[in-house]
């Protein structure tokens, strides 16, 4: 994982547990979705349970549902690879987004235990012109520093997010510059073994810290 990736889904998912402060703006449609699932996640982490070791595995569950219903991850792994995404078998599509889902889950839900107080501003938002996409401007205060944090988000049920913008720079375009050499042989194989291998590192990784506490 590069450095910009760890800060930025860090920060990704501290904003769905930070204290929101509201404009004065009426919020679209995705924003209010958006919204809901920051506080209902933030019920979550406000749980006695979270600081009791055999508990915690439960509520972090529930966070886990209540990101992984606005995350879309099939939309981030799609999009992750890029055009040649059409060139994997529907198998191969099904085993990248199973090993990316679980990449980034394993990395960065153990993160939310560091929330220490940090607040999100929301500064607007900007729509496509059939209004099937949003991309809804925040900022997170990081140990005094603003954070622009932008979230893309597409109508499909519901609205969800399909991409995270951390001081300009995409989680997605990010993602798809590591895979480029790989990608551009055409190894789809290669790939889900890569990342497969990361997720398996980290997962051991995160048991060996918690069976150490």
Excluded at 77 to 92: A, E, H, I, L
Excluded at 129 to 138: A, L, N, P, R, Y
């Amino acid at each position: 994982m590069t450095k910009f990736l760890s800060r930025a889904l860090l920060i990704c998912f501290f904003v769905l547990t930070l204290p929101t402060i509201h404009s004065l703006a009426s919020p679209s449609e995705a924003r209010v979705q958006l919204e809901k699932t920051v506080d209902a996640v933030l019920d979550e982490l406000q749980k006695p349970e979270l600081r009791d070791p055999a508990k915690r595995g439960a509520v972090m569950a529930d966070v886990e549902k209540l990101i992984l219903h606005l995350f879309d991850f099939g939309e981030l792994s799609t999009r992750t690879v890029g055009p040649n995404w059409k060139q994997f078998t529907p198998d191969q599509k099904q085993r990248f987004t199973d090993a990316f889902t679980t990449l980034l889950r394993e990395t960065y839900l153990e993160k939310l235990y560091g929330y220490s107080g940090e607040t999100v501003t929301y500064n607007g938002e900007t729509s496509s012109t059939d209004g099937s996409k949003v991309e809804i401007h925040t900022a997170v205060v990081v140990k005094g520093k603003q954070v622009p944090v932008a979230y893309r988000m597409l109508k499909k049920e519901h609205w969800i997010v399909y991409d995270v913008i951390i001081e300009g720079v995409s989680m997605v375009q990010n993602y798809r510059s590591q895979f480029q050499d790989i990608m551009s042989k055409g190894d789809a194989e290669k790939l889900i073994k890569l990342v497969q291998d990361r997720a398996e590192s980290v997962r051991a990784h995160n048991r060996a810290q918690q069976s150490g506490k």
